[in-house]
C-alpha cells in the first residue's frame, strides 16, 4: 500500500472507532456511521494498494506508466505541444491510459534512464476521458532519456483527482517500471512516443504499469 494512504486510512479508522464507542455508549445510529467510515477507510486501502510487478530489463522497451484502459493512439505533431514533444522531428505517437477509480494509481517510469526535466502546470479539472483534458487539466509533465530514445509522459488531473503526487526530481536515474509518484481518485497518464519506438498496444486494451510493453525502439 502507497504510504499516500496512511494520511487518509488513520482519520478515518479513528471516526470509525469514536463512532462505535458513541453508538455502544449512547445512541445506535452511531454504528451506522462507524460502518461507514471503516467501509470508506477500507476503499481508501484497495484505491492505494502499491502489488509489485515483474517489469521487463531490456533497455529498448517502453513500459506503460499505469494501469488502465487505452483511449486515445494517434499521430503527435509539434503544433500540438511543442514543449511536450519529440525533440527530434515532428513525427511522434500519443497514447492516452485513463484510470478508473478501481485501477492502481501507482504511476511507473515508462523507460530507464535519466529525467531530463519535470513540469508542473497548474490547470482545469475536466473529465478525464475528455481529449482536451490533455492540455488543460492540471498536469505534471516529465521527461525521460537513455542512450536509445527519449520519451515524455504526464500525469493529468481528473474530475475527482485533485492532487497529483511525484516522489522523484530532474536529474535522477530511474529504472524501467520504478515507482515515481500516483494520482489521487482517478485521472489519466499521456505518454508521447518519438518516431522511432513502434507502438504495440491498441485503443481499448487494460494495461498494466511497469508490466505491459506500450512500444519499443526500432534501432
Not at 40 to 69: N, Q
Amino acid at each position: 500500500m502507497a504510504r499516500d494512504a496512511y494520511s487518509f486510512i488513520i482519520p478515518l479508522g479513528l471516526l470509525g472507532g469514536l463512532c462505535l464507542l458513541l453508538g455502544w455508549w449512547l445512541v445506535p445510529v452511531f454504528f451506522f456511521f462507524a460502518f461507514f467510515f471503516l467501509l470508506l477507510a477500507l476503499f481508501v486501502a484497495f484505491f492505494f494498494r502499491d502489488p509489485e510487478r515483474e517489469v521487463p530489463t531490456d533497455e529498448k522497451l517502453v513500459v506503460s506508466p499505469a494501469d488502465g484502459h487505452v483511449v486515445v493512439i494517434k499521430p503527435f505533431k509539434i503544433q500540438d505541444g511543442p514543449q511536450d514533444g519529440p525533440q527530434e522531428g515532428n513525427a511522434g505517437t500519443l497514447v492516452s491510459i485513463f484510470l478508473s477509480i478501481f485501477d492502481v494509481h501507482i504511476n511507473r517510469s515508462p523507460l530507464a534512464g535519466r529525467i531530463v526535466s519535470t513540469n508542473y502546470r497548474k490547470g482545469k479539472f475536466l473529465i478525464a476521458t475528455k481529449q482536451k483534458a490533455s492540455l488543460e487539466n492540471e498536469q505534471n509533465v516529465i521527461t525521460v532519456q537513455n542512450e536509445y530514445t527519449k520519451v515524455v509522459f504526464k500525469q493529468i488531473a481528473g474530475l475527482i483527482a485533485r492532487r497529483i503526487v511525484f516522489w522523484k526530481q530532474a536529474g535522477d536515474q530511474v529504472q524501467l517500471g520504478e515507482r515515481i509518484g500516483l494520482i489521487r481518485f482517478g485521472s489519466r497518464v499521456d505518454i508521447i512516443l518519438p518516431s522511432q519506438v513502434t507502438v504495440l498496444v491498441k485503443k481499448g486494451e487494460h494495461v498494466k504499469g511497469g508490466i505491459s510493453i506500450i512500444g519499443k525502439v526500432e534501432i
